[in-house]
């Protein structure tokens, strides 16, 4: 009687690669797709660029233009945003400067989404910043913003 052993581990560790990789590519074409019509219904130029990955940084900065803490604002988001990506994906691995590096990313991406929805959703937009923390909802929140009107345009 056969009872797996170490090639049915391989090959089930090969299957959930694969899968994974469905669900991430299908999730990835699902945001760039959102943010896209996001970005063609506000009449950006260049909308195409919410199929980059780092470009797509670039498109949410263009739609929010600055974030505003306290008296303190960070203008052109749109240039802002890819850098800041960039440095998280190229220094993320240091361990001290890479932790700083990736919180202040992660900070500066979810206070652009909260300017975000607060153009759309003003009520809601704390409780879409808060759950767009676990990544997943966001498209789904963009393809919402996408059918409406902005409330208060930048």
Do not use: C, D, H
Request: net charge positive; no cysteine; aromatic share 16%.
């Amino acid at each position: 009687m056969y009872n797996g052993g170490f090639g049915y581990f391989i090959s089930m560790a090969i299957i959930g690669v694969i899968i994974a990789a469905i669900i991430g590519i299908a999730f990835y074409v699902f945001y760039s797709y959102t943010l896209y019509r996001l970005a063609q219904r506000r009449n950006m130029e260049m909308p195409w660029l919410a199929w980059i990955p780092i470009a797509q940084m670039y498109v949410i900065g263009k739609l929010v233009k600055s974030v505003k803490i306290s008296n303190f604002e960070i203008p052109s988001l749109e240039i802002v945003l890819p850098v800041a990506m960039l440095a998280y994906i190229l220094l993320n691995g240091i361990p001290f400067l890479g932790l700083i590096i990736s919180l202040a990313y992660v900070i500066l991406l979810l206070l652009s989404l909260y300017n975000l929805y607060m153009q759309y959703v003003p009520e809601n937009a704390v409780v879409y910043t808060i759950l767009s923390i676990f990544i997943i909802p966001v498209p789904f929140f963009i393809l919402k913003l996408s059918n409406m009107e902005p409330i208060n345009p930048v």
